[in-house]
Protein backbone atom coordinates (compact mmCIF):
# COMPACT_ATOMS: atom_id res chain seq x y z
CA UNK A 1 0.00 0.00 0.00
CA UNK A 2 1.39 3.59 -0.57
CA UNK A 3 1.31 6.15 1.81
CA UNK A 4 -0.96 8.59 0.46
CA UNK A 5 -0.33 10.35 3.73
CA UNK A 6 3.10 11.69 5.32
CA UNK A 7 3.72 12.24 8.93
CA UNK A 8 4.26 14.40 10.69
CA UNK A 9 1.41 15.68 10.81
CA UNK A 10 -0.63 19.59 12.51
CA UNK A 11 -3.88 19.52 13.69
CA UNK A 12 -6.00 23.24 13.18
CA UNK A 13 -8.53 24.12 15.43
CA UNK A 14 -10.35 27.20 13.31
CA UNK A 15 -13.37 27.78 15.74
CA UNK A 16 -15.62 29.83 13.85
CA UNK A 17 -18.57 32.44 14.60
CA UNK A 18 -21.19 29.44 12.94
CA UNK A 19 -19.62 26.66 13.60
CA UNK A 20 -16.30 24.54 15.07
CA UNK A 21 -14.07 22.39 13.20
CA UNK A 22 -11.05 20.96 13.06
CA UNK A 23 -8.51 19.66 9.90
CA UNK A 24 -5.29 17.72 10.32
CA UNK A 25 -3.28 18.44 7.22
CA UNK A 26 0.20 16.24 6.51
CA UNK A 27 3.37 17.89 6.60
CA UNK A 28 3.24 18.13 2.65
CA UNK A 29 -0.01 20.06 3.12
CA UNK A 30 -2.39 17.87 2.44
CA UNK A 31 -6.18 17.89 4.17
CA UNK A 32 -5.71 14.50 5.55
CA UNK A 33 -9.41 14.90 7.59
CA UNK A 34 -11.45 16.87 9.03
CA UNK A 35 -15.01 17.54 10.97
CA UNK A 36 -16.93 20.52 11.84
CA UNK A 37 -20.04 21.01 14.20
CA UNK A 38 -22.34 24.23 14.52
CA UNK A 39 -22.86 25.75 17.78
CA UNK A 40 -26.21 28.01 18.64
CA UNK A 41 -26.27 31.61 18.03
CA UNK A 42 -28.20 33.74 20.75
CA UNK A 43 -29.99 36.83 19.74
CA UNK A 44 -31.68 37.58 23.31
CA UNK A 45 -32.22 41.10 21.35
CA UNK A 46 -32.23 43.03 18.67
CA UNK A 47 -28.39 43.86 17.73
CA UNK A 48 -27.53 41.64 20.36
CA UNK A 49 -25.47 38.10 19.76
CA UNK A 50 -24.06 35.91 21.99
CA UNK A 51 -22.41 31.91 22.09
CA UNK A 52 -22.35 29.83 25.08
CA UNK A 53 -18.70 29.22 25.61
CA UNK A 54 -18.80 26.07 27.06
CA UNK A 55 -20.96 25.15 23.93
CA UNK A 56 -18.27 26.38 21.80
CA UNK A 57 -15.30 24.47 23.87
CA UNK A 58 -17.13 21.01 23.94
CA UNK A 59 -18.00 21.37 20.01
CA UNK A 60 -14.59 22.30 19.40
CA UNK A 61 -12.84 19.29 21.31
CA UNK A 62 -15.66 17.19 20.07
CA UNK A 63 -14.66 17.76 16.61
CA UNK A 64 -11.13 17.69 17.20
CA UNK A 65 -11.37 14.03 18.33
CA UNK A 66 -13.13 13.18 15.19
CA UNK A 67 -10.68 14.48 12.98
CA UNK A 68 -8.13 12.87 14.54
CA UNK A 69 -9.99 9.80 14.33
CA UNK A 70 -11.14 10.00 11.25
CA UNK A 71 -7.36 10.27 9.88
CA UNK A 72 -6.41 6.81 11.48
CA UNK A 73 -3.21 8.22 12.50
CA UNK A 74 -1.39 8.14 16.45
CA UNK A 75 -1.71 11.32 17.75
CA UNK A 76 1.69 10.69 18.59
CA UNK A 77 2.02 11.70 14.93
CA UNK A 78 0.92 14.88 15.42
CA UNK A 79 3.28 17.43 15.64
CA UNK A 80 1.47 20.59 17.11
CA UNK A 81 -1.81 22.20 17.00
CA UNK A 82 -3.04 25.42 15.41
CA UNK A 83 -5.64 28.02 16.39
CA UNK A 84 -7.68 29.94 14.51
CA UNK A 85 -10.59 32.05 15.79
CA UNK A 86 -13.80 34.44 15.18
CA UNK A 87 -11.91 37.41 16.16
CA UNK A 88 -13.05 40.08 18.48
CA UNK A 89 -15.40 38.17 20.52
CA UNK A 90 -15.15 37.76 24.18
CA UNK A 91 -15.46 35.66 26.90
CA UNK A 92 -15.01 36.40 30.64
CA UNK A 93 -14.65 33.40 32.64
CA UNK A 94 -13.37 32.60 36.60
CA UNK A 95 -9.46 31.85 36.91
CA UNK A 96 -10.38 29.13 39.51
CA UNK A 97 -13.02 27.29 38.03
CA UNK A 98 -12.79 27.82 34.38
CA UNK A 99 -16.05 28.65 34.27
CA UNK A 100 -17.61 31.51 32.22
CA UNK A 101 -19.63 34.63 33.97
CA UNK A 102 -21.80 35.63 31.16
CA UNK A 103 -21.96 34.18 27.52
CA UNK A 104 -19.45 35.20 25.26
CA UNK A 105 -20.78 38.35 23.25
CA UNK A 106 -20.26 38.07 19.73
CA UNK A 107 -18.40 40.57 17.08
CA UNK A 108 -21.77 41.04 15.35
CA UNK A 109 -23.27 42.12 19.06
CA UNK A 110 -23.96 45.94 18.36
CA UNK A 111 -25.20 46.45 22.68
CA UNK A 112 -22.48 48.33 22.94
CA UNK A 113 -22.93 50.72 20.15
CA UNK A 114 -24.11 53.95 22.83
CA UNK A 115 -20.60 53.36 24.74
CA UNK A 116 -19.03 53.97 21.49
CA UNK A 117 -20.70 56.73 20.57
CA UNK A 118 -20.07 58.36 24.31
CA UNK A 119 -16.00 57.24 23.81
CA UNK A 120 -16.49 59.08 19.98
CA UNK A 121 -17.94 62.21 21.73
CA UNK A 122 -15.23 62.71 24.11
CA UNK A 123 -13.24 63.62 21.05
CA UNK A 124 -10.80 60.65 21.34
CA UNK A 125 -11.08 58.91 18.08
CA UNK A 126 -8.42 59.94 16.51
CA UNK A 127 -5.86 59.19 19.64
CA UNK A 128 -7.40 56.22 19.78
CA UNK A 129 -7.39 54.90 15.97
CA UNK A 130 -3.03 56.20 16.45
CA UNK A 131 -2.51 53.80 19.36
CA UNK A 132 -4.75 50.89 17.77
CA UNK A 133 -5.16 50.89 13.76
CA UNK A 134 -8.79 51.09 14.60
CA UNK A 135 -12.24 52.96 14.31
CA UNK A 136 -14.21 53.29 17.17
CA UNK A 137 -16.69 50.37 16.97
CA UNK A 138 -18.76 48.51 19.00
CA UNK A 139 -17.20 45.52 16.51
CA UNK A 140 -13.93 45.70 18.55
CA UNK A 141 -13.62 43.69 22.23
CA UNK A 142 -12.95 46.54 24.70
CA UNK A 143 -16.33 47.57 25.52
CA UNK A 144 -17.75 43.92 25.17
CA UNK A 145 -15.53 43.18 28.02
CA UNK A 146 -16.59 46.34 30.25
CA UNK A 147 -20.12 45.51 29.13
CA UNK A 148 -20.03 41.95 30.79
CA UNK A 149 -17.54 43.40 34.09
CA UNK A 150 -20.62 46.20 34.24
CA UNK A 151 -23.64 44.09 34.20
CA UNK A 152 -22.92 41.08 35.57
CA UNK A 153 -23.02 41.51 39.53
CA UNK A 154 -19.84 41.49 41.21
CA UNK A 155 -18.23 41.08 38.68
CA UNK A 156 -15.91 44.28 38.80
CA UNK A 157 -14.92 43.61 42.09
CA UNK A 158 -14.26 40.38 41.71
CA UNK A 159 -11.97 41.10 38.57
CA UNK A 160 -10.32 43.08 41.04
CA UNK A 161 -9.27 40.65 43.22
CA UNK A 162 -7.43 38.94 40.10
CA UNK A 163 -10.70 36.09 40.40
CA UNK A 164 -11.25 36.79 37.09
CA UNK A 165 -9.97 36.47 33.44
CA UNK A 166 -10.94 37.61 29.95
CA UNK A 167 -10.10 36.77 26.38
CA UNK A 168 -10.96 36.48 22.44
CA UNK A 169 -12.34 32.76 21.43
CA UNK A 170 -8.47 31.71 20.69
CA UNK A 171 -7.66 32.37 24.61
CA UNK A 172 -10.49 30.24 26.16
CA UNK A 173 -9.90 27.93 23.97
CA UNK A 174 -6.33 27.69 25.33
CA UNK A 175 -7.02 27.87 28.77
CA UNK A 176 -9.10 24.90 28.74
CA UNK A 177 -7.56 22.61 26.12
CA UNK A 178 -4.08 23.45 28.57
CA UNK A 179 -5.94 22.35 31.48
CA UNK A 180 -6.40 25.85 32.80
CA UNK A 181 -2.65 26.52 32.75
CA UNK A 182 -2.04 29.10 30.00
CA UNK A 183 -3.74 32.22 29.92
CA UNK A 184 -2.42 34.15 26.84
CA UNK A 185 -3.14 35.37 23.14
CA UNK A 186 -1.38 36.71 19.64
CA UNK A 187 -0.76 40.08 18.61
CA UNK A 188 -3.14 38.90 15.68
CA UNK A 189 -5.95 38.78 18.21
CA UNK A 190 -4.86 41.32 20.73
CA UNK A 191 -5.03 43.98 18.06
CA UNK A 192 -8.52 43.55 17.48
CA UNK A 193 -9.13 44.37 20.99
CA UNK A 194 -8.47 48.09 21.09
CA UNK A 195 -6.81 47.79 24.10
CA UNK A 196 -3.70 46.70 22.42
CA UNK A 197 -1.08 49.50 21.34
CA UNK A 198 0.26 48.53 17.50
CA UNK A 199 3.60 50.59 17.85
CA UNK A 200 4.42 49.45 21.34
CA UNK A 201 3.33 45.99 20.99
CA UNK A 202 1.16 45.57 24.53
CA UNK A 203 -1.79 46.20 26.15
CA UNK A 204 -1.68 50.09 26.85
CA UNK A 205 -2.54 51.67 29.63
CA UNK A 206 -4.41 54.84 28.17
CA UNK A 207 -6.58 52.27 26.53
CA UNK A 208 -7.02 50.16 29.58
CA UNK A 209 -8.66 53.78 31.04
CA UNK A 210 -10.58 54.99 28.59
CA UNK A 211 -13.01 51.76 27.75
CA UNK A 212 -12.53 50.27 31.45
CA UNK A 213 -10.68 46.86 31.43
CA UNK A 214 -8.62 46.07 34.14
CA UNK A 215 -5.20 44.96 33.13
CA UNK A 216 -5.77 41.93 35.60
CA UNK A 217 -7.80 40.18 33.66
CA UNK A 218 -6.21 40.29 30.26
CA UNK A 219 -4.21 37.62 28.68
CA UNK A 220 -0.18 37.64 28.20
CA UNK A 221 0.29 38.14 24.64
CA UNK A 222 2.93 35.61 22.82
CA UNK A 223 4.01 35.74 19.22
CA UNK A 224 1.56 33.74 16.84
CA UNK A 225 3.87 31.23 15.91
CA UNK A 226 5.69 29.66 19.18
CA UNK A 227 4.53 27.23 21.90
CA UNK A 228 1.80 28.70 23.78
CA UNK A 229 1.58 25.24 25.84
CA UNK A 230 0.82 21.87 25.74
CA UNK A 231 -2.56 20.05 25.42
CA UNK A 232 -3.74 18.61 28.38
CA UNK A 233 -3.37 15.04 27.98
CA UNK A 234 -6.78 14.26 28.81
CA UNK A 235 -7.76 15.08 25.03
CA UNK A 236 -5.91 12.70 22.84
CA UNK A 237 -3.86 10.84 25.31
CA UNK A 238 -0.64 13.13 24.18
CA UNK A 239 0.60 16.23 25.59
CA UNK A 240 0.95 17.96 21.71
CA UNK A 241 2.30 21.76 21.65
CA UNK A 242 -0.64 24.38 20.91
CA UNK A 243 2.49 26.43 18.58
CA UNK A 244 0.26 28.82 16.70
CA UNK A 245 -2.06 31.21 16.98
CA UNK A 246 -4.18 33.94 14.90
CA UNK A 247 -7.20 35.26 14.36
CA UNK A 248 -9.29 33.92 10.77
CA UNK A 249 -8.21 36.81 8.57
CA UNK A 250 -4.94 36.82 9.58
CA UNK A 251 -4.03 33.29 9.76
CA UNK A 252 -6.11 33.19 5.92
CA UNK A 253 -3.09 35.25 4.88
CA UNK A 254 -0.38 33.49 6.47
CA UNK A 255 -2.03 30.03 5.06
CA UNK A 256 -1.86 32.33 1.34
CA UNK A 257 1.82 32.85 1.95
CA UNK A 258 1.63 36.42 1.82
CA UNK A 259 4.61 36.69 3.59
CA UNK A 260 6.00 39.79 1.43
CA UNK A 261 4.99 43.46 1.49
CA UNK A 262 2.94 44.09 -1.13
CA UNK A 263 1.02 40.45 -1.00
CA UNK A 264 -3.27 40.64 -0.60
CA UNK A 265 -5.63 37.90 0.06
CA UNK A 266 -9.28 38.38 -0.78
CA UNK A 267 -11.27 35.53 0.60
CA UNK A 268 -14.49 36.03 -1.47
CA UNK A 269 -17.40 35.06 1.29
CA UNK A 270 -21.00 36.36 1.91
CA UNK A 271 -18.66 39.59 2.20
CA UNK A 272 -14.81 40.04 1.22
CA UNK A 273 -12.48 40.09 3.52
CA UNK A 274 -9.01 41.71 1.93
CA UNK A 275 -5.71 42.06 4.00
CA UNK A 276 -2.46 43.35 2.22
CA UNK A 277 0.82 42.42 4.39
CA UNK A 278 2.52 46.04 4.96
CA UNK A 279 5.73 44.27 6.45
CA UNK A 280 7.00 45.93 9.78
CA UNK A 281 5.37 49.19 9.84
CA UNK A 282 1.91 49.52 10.49
CA UNK A 283 0.63 52.37 7.71
CA UNK A 284 -2.19 54.25 8.56
CA UNK A 285 -4.86 54.62 6.39
CA UNK A 286 -6.45 57.89 4.99
CA UNK A 287 -9.18 55.83 3.15
CA UNK A 288 -10.60 54.69 6.36
CA UNK A 289 -9.16 51.08 6.18
CA UNK A 290 -8.01 49.36 9.30
CA UNK A 291 -4.53 48.96 10.44
CA UNK A 292 -3.88 45.12 11.91
CA UNK A 293 -1.10 43.21 13.73
CA UNK A 294 -0.64 40.44 10.77
CA UNK A 295 0.97 38.02 13.29
CA UNK A 296 4.55 37.85 14.74
CA UNK A 297 6.97 35.24 14.01
CA UNK A 298 8.85 35.74 17.56
CA UNK A 299 11.00 38.30 15.77
CA UNK A 300 8.53 41.25 15.94
CA UNK A 301 4.99 42.03 14.91
CA UNK A 302 4.30 42.20 10.60
CA UNK A 303 1.35 44.84 10.16
CA UNK A 304 -1.68 44.32 7.49
CA UNK A 305 -4.14 46.99 6.37
CA UNK A 306 -7.51 46.00 6.06
CA UNK A 307 -10.78 46.32 3.98
CA UNK A 308 -14.13 44.91 3.96
CA UNK A 309 -17.19 44.46 0.95
CA UNK A 310 -20.10 43.73 3.20
CA UNK A 311 -21.72 42.05 0.44
CA UNK A 312 -20.61 39.82 -1.76
CA UNK A 313 -21.45 35.77 -1.97
CA UNK A 314 -24.81 37.30 -0.58
CA UNK A 315 -25.55 39.67 -3.79
CA UNK A 316 -26.05 36.15 -5.41
CA UNK A 317 -27.55 34.85 -2.73
CA UNK A 318 -30.29 37.63 -3.14
CA UNK A 319 -30.12 36.59 -7.09
CA UNK A 320 -31.37 33.16 -5.53
CA UNK A 321 -33.60 33.87 -2.85
CA UNK A 322 -35.27 36.86 -3.30
CA UNK A 323 -35.31 37.86 -7.59
CA UNK A 324 -35.49 33.89 -8.28
CA UNK A 325 -33.69 34.49 -11.28
CA UNK A 326 -30.83 31.62 -10.35
CA UNK A 327 -31.49 28.52 -8.44
CA UNK A 328 -27.75 28.36 -7.47
CA UNK A 329 -24.81 29.98 -7.37
CA UNK A 330 -23.36 27.70 -9.89
CA UNK A 331 -25.81 28.60 -12.10
CA UNK A 332 -24.80 32.23 -11.41
CA UNK A 333 -21.80 32.09 -13.26
CA UNK A 334 -23.36 29.57 -16.44
CA UNK A 335 -25.00 32.59 -16.94
CA UNK A 336 -22.51 35.17 -16.66
CA UNK A 337 -20.48 33.32 -19.10
CA UNK A 338 -23.46 32.76 -21.37
CA UNK A 339 -23.41 36.19 -22.87
CA UNK A 340 -20.41 38.54 -23.38
CA UNK A 341 -21.24 41.31 -21.52
CA UNK A 342 -23.41 43.09 -19.20
CA UNK A 343 -25.12 45.36 -22.09
CA UNK A 344 -24.45 48.15 -19.81
CA UNK A 345 -25.80 46.97 -17.01
CA UNK A 346 -24.12 47.55 -13.39
CA UNK A 347 -25.12 46.25 -10.04
CA UNK A 348 -24.48 48.46 -7.47
CA UNK A 349 -25.24 46.03 -4.05
CA UNK A 350 -24.95 48.94 -1.30
CA UNK A 351 -27.80 46.45 0.92
CA UNK A 352 -26.35 48.00 3.85
CA UNK A 353 -24.35 51.21 2.71
CA UNK A 354 -21.22 51.58 1.17
CA UNK A 355 -17.64 50.91 2.70
CA UNK A 356 -14.14 52.07 1.68
CA UNK A 357 -13.79 54.56 -0.15
CA UNK A 358 -17.25 55.90 0.45
CA UNK A 359 -18.18 54.97 3.64
CA UNK A 360 -21.74 55.95 3.39
CA UNK A 361 -23.94 54.05 5.53
CA UNK A 362 -27.00 55.53 3.92
CA UNK A 363 -26.52 54.25 0.44
CA UNK A 364 -28.63 52.18 -0.80
CA UNK A 365 -28.53 49.32 -3.59
CA UNK A 366 -28.98 50.48 -8.02
CA UNK A 367 -29.11 48.78 -11.11
CA UNK A 368 -28.66 51.11 -13.62
CA UNK A 369 -28.30 50.95 -17.32
CA UNK A 370 -31.08 48.26 -18.00
CA UNK A 371 -32.68 48.23 -21.29
CA UNK A 372 -35.62 46.67 -22.96
CA UNK A 373 -33.37 43.40 -24.21
CA UNK A 374 -31.91 43.27 -20.47
CA UNK A 375 -32.05 39.69 -19.42
CA UNK A 376 -30.94 37.58 -16.38
CA UNK A 377 -27.97 36.70 -18.03
CA UNK A 378 -26.83 40.35 -18.24
CA UNK A 379 -28.06 41.18 -14.12
CA UNK A 380 -26.57 37.62 -13.46
CA UNK A 381 -23.05 38.98 -15.18
CA UNK A 382 -23.25 42.20 -13.49
CA UNK A 383 -23.68 41.01 -9.80
CA UNK A 384 -20.75 38.95 -10.14
CA UNK A 385 -18.71 41.71 -11.56
CA UNK A 386 -20.10 44.09 -9.18
CA UNK A 387 -18.38 41.60 -6.08
CA UNK A 388 -14.72 42.53 -8.44
CA UNK A 389 -15.68 45.95 -8.66
CA UNK A 390 -15.95 46.34 -5.14
CA UNK A 391 -12.92 44.42 -3.80
CA UNK A 392 -10.96 46.45 -6.35
CA UNK A 393 -12.22 49.64 -5.16
CA UNK A 394 -10.45 48.02 -1.51
CA UNK A 395 -7.27 47.15 -3.24
CA UNK A 396 -6.82 50.15 -4.86
CA UNK A 397 -6.98 52.24 -1.15
CA UNK A 398 -4.85 49.58 0.06
CA UNK A 399 -2.30 50.58 -2.84
CA UNK A 400 -2.65 54.03 -2.37
CA UNK A 401 -2.56 53.91 1.69
CA UNK A 402 1.02 51.62 1.68
CA UNK A 403 2.02 53.90 -1.23
CA UNK A 404 3.07 50.81 -3.80
CA UNK A 405 1.50 48.75 -5.72
CA UNK A 406 -0.43 44.82 -5.51
CA UNK A 407 2.01 42.00 -6.36
CA UNK A 408 -0.44 39.27 -6.29
CA UNK A 409 -4.05 38.56 -5.14
CA UNK A 410 -4.51 35.54 -3.75
CA UNK A 411 -8.27 34.05 -3.31
CA UNK A 412 -10.32 31.97 -1.37
CA UNK A 413 -13.75 31.70 -0.10
CA UNK A 414 -16.77 29.90 -1.45
CA UNK A 415 -17.26 32.22 -4.57
CA UNK A 416 -13.70 31.93 -5.78
CA UNK A 417 -14.39 28.82 -7.12
CA UNK A 418 -15.80 31.21 -9.76
CA UNK A 419 -13.50 31.49 -12.87
CA UNK A 420 -15.77 34.24 -14.52
CA UNK A 421 -15.32 36.63 -11.27
CA UNK A 422 -11.23 35.51 -10.71
CA UNK A 423 -10.57 36.23 -14.49
CA UNK A 424 -12.89 39.73 -14.58
CA UNK A 425 -11.02 40.21 -10.44
CA UNK A 426 -7.55 39.87 -13.02
CA UNK A 427 -8.67 42.35 -15.34
CA UNK A 428 -9.93 44.82 -13.56
CA UNK A 429 -7.31 45.06 -10.40
CA UNK A 430 -4.57 44.43 -13.44
CA UNK A 431 -3.05 42.14 -10.81
CA UNK A 432 -2.55 37.59 -11.58
CA UNK A 433 -5.02 36.14 -8.97
CA UNK A 434 -4.04 33.20 -7.94
CA UNK A 435 -6.19 30.41 -6.69
CA UNK A 436 -4.69 27.57 -4.42
CA UNK A 437 -5.47 24.13 -4.58
CA UNK A 438 -6.30 23.74 -0.71
CA UNK A 439 -8.76 27.04 -0.09
CA UNK A 440 -8.79 26.01 3.51
CA UNK A 441 -6.32 28.81 4.39
CA UNK A 442 -7.85 29.73 7.67
CA UNK A 443 -7.08 26.70 8.94
CA UNK A 444 -4.18 25.92 7.00
CA UNK A 445 -2.21 29.17 8.22
CA UNK A 446 -3.17 27.94 11.79
CA UNK A 447 -1.28 24.61 10.68
CA UNK A 448 1.73 26.88 8.97
CA UNK A 449 2.11 28.91 12.19
CA UNK A 450 2.15 25.42 14.45
CA UNK A 451 4.06 24.24 12.23
CA UNK A 452 6.35 26.83 11.87
CA UNK A 453 7.17 27.02 15.60
CA UNK A 454 7.66 22.91 15.66
CA UNK A 455 10.12 22.10 13.17
CA UNK A 456 7.70 20.82 11.03
CA UNK A 457 8.64 23.11 8.61
CA UNK A 458 11.56 24.63 9.00
CA UNK A 459 11.47 28.33 7.72
CA UNK A 460 8.55 30.31 5.81
CA UNK A 461 10.15 29.55 2.53
CA UNK A 462 9.53 26.01 3.35
CA UNK A 463 5.96 26.65 4.22
CA UNK A 464 5.59 28.89 0.82
CA UNK A 465 6.26 25.92 -0.58
CA UNK A 466 3.71 23.79 1.26
CA UNK A 467 0.92 26.13 -0.45
CA UNK A 468 0.15 25.06 -4.47
CA UNK A 469 -1.43 27.25 -6.47
CA UNK A 470 -4.36 25.60 -8.24
CA UNK A 471 -5.05 28.38 -11.01
CA UNK A 472 -3.44 31.70 -11.90
CA UNK A 473 -5.76 34.23 -13.31
CA UNK A 474 -3.70 36.29 -15.64
CA UNK A 475 -4.95 40.51 -16.38
CA UNK A 476 -5.67 40.39 -20.05
CA UNK A 477 -8.17 43.57 -20.05
CA UNK A 478 -6.29 46.48 -22.31
CA UNK A 479 -5.37 49.36 -20.26
CA UNK A 480 -8.04 51.81 -21.67
CA UNK A 481 -11.31 48.99 -21.45
CA UNK A 482 -10.13 48.72 -17.94
CA UNK A 483 -10.83 52.24 -17.63
CA UNK A 484 -13.83 52.25 -19.65
CA UNK A 485 -15.52 50.17 -17.27
CA UNK A 486 -13.83 51.61 -14.17
CA UNK A 487 -15.34 54.87 -15.08
CA UNK A 488 -18.79 52.75 -16.12
CA UNK A 489 -18.96 51.89 -12.32
CA UNK A 490 -18.10 54.74 -10.87
CA UNK A 491 -20.95 56.75 -12.74
CA UNK A 492 -23.26 54.10 -11.32
CA UNK A 493 -21.87 54.76 -7.55
CA UNK A 494 -22.26 58.18 -7.98
CA UNK A 495 -25.92 57.04 -8.54
CA UNK A 496 -25.81 55.42 -5.46
CA UNK A 497 -24.63 57.54 -2.53
CA UNK A 498 -27.15 58.92 -0.49
CA UNK A 499 -25.64 62.85 -1.26
CA UNK A 500 -27.61 65.45 -0.66
CA UNK A 501 -30.90 63.37 -0.76
CA UNK A 502 -33.37 64.72 1.41
CA UNK A 503 -34.12 63.04 5.09
CA UNK A 504 -30.18 61.71 4.87
CA UNK A 505 -29.30 61.94 8.85
CA UNK A 506 -31.77 59.56 9.21
CA UNK A 507 -31.06 55.74 9.14
CA UNK A 508 -33.63 54.54 5.82
CA UNK A 509 -36.07 51.74 7.34
CA UNK A 510 -34.77 47.95 6.46
P1 LIG B 1 -19.00 32.51 4.55
O1 LIG B 1 -17.79 31.88 5.17
O2 LIG B 1 -19.00 34.00 4.55
O3 LIG B 1 -20.30 31.92 5.00
P2 LIG B 1 -18.27 31.01 2.14
O4 LIG B 1 -16.81 31.20 2.01
O5 LIG B 1 -18.81 29.69 2.53
O6 LIG B 1 -18.93 32.17 2.99
O7 LIG B 1 -18.89 31.42 0.71
C1 LIG B 1 -20.27 31.43 0.51
C2 LIG B 1 -20.59 32.32 -0.67
O8 LIG B 1 -20.03 31.77 -1.87
C3 LIG B 1 -22.08 32.40 -0.88
O9 LIG B 1 -22.52 33.71 -0.62
C4 LIG B 1 -22.28 32.03 -2.36
O10 LIG B 1 -23.08 33.01 -3.00
C5 LIG B 1 -20.89 32.00 -2.95
N1 LIG B 1 -20.72 30.91 -3.94
C6 LIG B 1 -20.83 29.60 -3.73
N2 LIG B 1 -20.65 28.90 -4.89
C7 LIG B 1 -20.42 29.82 -5.86
C8 LIG B 1 -20.18 29.76 -7.28
N3 LIG B 1 -20.13 28.61 -7.94
N4 LIG B 1 -20.00 30.92 -7.93
C9 LIG B 1 -20.05 32.09 -7.28
N5 LIG B 1 -20.28 32.20 -5.96
C10 LIG B 1 -20.47 31.09 -5.25
Not at 13 to 38: E, Y
Not at 154 to 171: C, I, K, M, P, Q
Amino acid sequence: MTLRHEPPYVLALDQGTTSSRALVFDVRGTLVASAQKPHRQIYPQSGWVEHDPLEILARQTEVMKEAVAACGVSPKLIRAIGITNQRETVVVWERATGRPIHNAVVWQCRRTAPDCDAIRAQGLAPRIADRTGLIIDAYFSATKIAWILDHVPGARDRAARGELLAGTVDTWLLHHLTGGRVHATDPSNASRTMLYDLHENRWHEELLGIFRVPAAVLPKVLPSSGVFGTLDPSFLGEPIPIAGIAGDQQAALFGQACFTPGMVKNTYGTGCFLLMNTGRTPVRSRKGLITTVAWDLGDGPSYALEGSVFNAGSVIQWLRDELHLISSAAECDRLAESVPDTGGVTVVPAFTGLGAPYWDSYARGTITGIHRGTGRAQIARAVLESIAFQSDEVIRCMAEDAGAPILSLRVDGGASVSDFLMGFQADLSGVPVDRPAVVETTAFGAACLAGLATGVWPDLDTVGRVRATERVFHPSLPDAERARRLAGWRDAVRRTLSGDLPGRGEEPAG
